[in-house]
């Protein structure tokens, strides 16, 4: 190790380590851990269960932390038991790094710096995925996960697919559900669904065709991404979005929230009325448990305000319930003849409301249909009469 390097003090200071999850990749690994041992020996490598000469490399290297997987269990498994062993060490912040020789130790120092400056921010060394000899199913894959990445936690990145990291061990989740590639995915997405600040710093990159080897399987890898991706937007539509909605709302106040993303919407007001009545209309309608999806993709479908769609879409918050669908029913009653007359009052139980599903279901389209129309026009009507108050001042 070279103690000459300012960084070397700093990883010292702020208890960070590298993890090197490693697999067959023995062409590469020991000028990877030469360089890295450049700049501390804090270093934790993670074979997983290698079968070319990775072991007998690792045999020079006896000062190591070395983590030995009997049987390759994916990178995910890899870096989950590097984050193990690094908190065991005591250390508050862990750099992984490839171990196929795409990554330069030399940005080492550009993690810290940023470290210094952003404090318990997760960070991923941007990459040039423009450069010459950079695979195509690599830079298509990256603007896949990236387009992902911002519809589940609308943070932009430039590369969420890098594995070159630095990850603050105590902020992020605690426990995972996947063990190979797709890890990198689900932790940058859950530690910003923790309020963990998810950022890019610029790092060089190298493919060698000739040494570089690559594990992954195109079909069964991206698969498994795609699963995954799946899971993580219905936890966002249905929980995340609606969380950090109310949280939102509840730091600003209504009165504020009104006036920064109603009144002062750069919309005009015509889309404004139109992301209202969308958001009334959704809300009633029996749309229960998919609402916020659905009004969701509307919104960004239609290019309405997903803000104020959102918002009037929990005109079916629990008080008015009862109201909603009380309405639904004495308006579906008039078109739909049921053989089991219901008697209407606010005493109705949900057993009731099945018997009588379908008087149900068509008057809450059109309860919604109407509702929609009413808060539409009267929120257009409003906006325009603010508007003239407006330019007469």
Request: aromatic share 14%; with cysteine; hydrophobic share 45%.
């Amino acid at each position: 190790m070279n103690n000459n390097f300012p960084e070397t003090t700093a990883m010292e200071q702020y208890k960070v380590c590298v993890i090197i999850p490693t697999y067959n990749n023995h062409k590469t690994l020991k000028r990877v851990l030469d360089s890295v041992l450049q700049y501390t020996s804090n270093v934790i490598v993670v074979n997983d269960g290698s079968t070319d000469t990775t072991a007998r490399i690792l045999e020079m290297y006896p000062n190591l932390e070395q983590i030995h997987h009997s049987k390759n269990m994916g990178k995910g498994m890899a870096i989950r038991d590097g984050f193990k062993k690094a908190l065991d060490l005591n250390y508050d912040y862990a750099i992984t790094i490839d171990s196929d020789g795409q990554h330069f130790p030399s940005d080492i120092p550009a993690f810290i710096e940023s470290l210094e400056k952003d404090g318990d921010a997760l960070l991923i060394g941007s990459r040039n995925m423009t450069q010459e000899n950079v695979p195509r199913k690599s830079s298509f894959g990256n603007k896949f996960s990236n387009f992902w990445f911002w519809f589940e936690t609308g943070n932009k990145l430039e590369d969420t697919q890098s594995g070159f990291r630095l990850y603050p061990l105590r902020k992020i989740p605690n426990r995972y559900f996947t063990n190979k590639f797709e890890f990198e995915i689900e932790v940058i997405v859950r530690s910003a669904w923790k309020s963990v600040a998810v950022k890019n710093i610029p790092v060089q990159v190298l493919y060698d065709p000739e040494e570089r080897v690559s594990h992954f399987r195109p079909f069964k890898d991206f698969t498994r991404i795609s699963i995954l991706n799946t899971f993580l937007v219905t936890i966002a539509l249905i929980y995340i979005k609606p969380r950090d909605f109310f949280r939102k709302l509840k730091k600003k106040g209504l009165k504020k929230f009104f006036l920064e993303n109603i009144l002062e919407s750069n919309d005009s007001n015509a889309r404004k009325a139109f992301s209202i009545a969308l958001g009334v209309f959704i809300g009633i309608s029996p749309f229960w448990g998919f609402q916020t999806i659905l009004v969701l993709f509307l919104a960004v479908l239609l290019k309405l305000n997903k803000a104020i769609a959102f918002a009037f879409s929990n005109i079916s918050f629990p008080p008015l319930i009862p109201f909603v669908i009380y309405g639904s029913l004495k308006i579906g009653s008039y078109f739909i003849v049921s053989d089991k007359p219901l008697i209407l009052n606010m005493d109705m139980t949900l057993a009731d409301i099945q018997k009588n599903i379908a008087q149900y279901v068509v008057g809450s389209f059109i309860l919604a249909t109407f509702m929609a129309v009413v808060f539409g026009l009267t929120s257009y009507l409003l906006l325009a009469l603010v508007d003239n108050f407006k330019n007469k001042k």
